[in-house]
């Protein structure tokens, strides 16, 4: 990235201040990505880049994967029909699993702005 340049980064991450029981928690709940060593903004830092801005868009997150966890259920016959039965039951544990993890404060979703200087 050249000097000037910017990332936009959104991710879903730990929630800060997690003991190690919820961290690990944290991580059965969420994507892959959220077992990372440090939070969005610190490994964006460590790259090198100067982070301009973090937002924590958790709420709209969960609002966006409920909704989708819903469309999924109320299309679900005809999901099954073009994603076949495995497919499907995975993708709405991802989300029944990510809402969890959200309603018990343990994942959130992190949007980092930084710039290489």
Not at 12 to 31: K, M, V
Not at 35 to 45: I, T
Request: with cysteine.
């Amino acid at each position: 990235m050249k000097p000037g340049g910017r990332l936009a980064l959104l991710t879903i991450e730990t929630a800060p201040d997690l003991s190690q029981r919820d961290q690990t928690q944290a991580a059965s709940l969420g994507p892959s990505a959220v077992g990372a060593d440090a939070p969005a903004h610190e490994l964006v830092r460590r790259a090198g880049l100067q982070v301009r801005h973090v937002e924590d868009l958790t709420a709209a997150f969960a609002t966006t994967c409920a909704a989708i966890w819903e469309v999924r259920r109320s299309a679900e016959r005809e999901l099954r029909a073009v994603e076949g039965d495995e497919v499907y039951d995975i993708e709405q544990a991802k989300k029944e699993h990510m809402l969890e993890g959200i309603r018990l404060g343990l994942l959130r979703r992190s949007l980092v702005v930084a710039e290489r200087v």
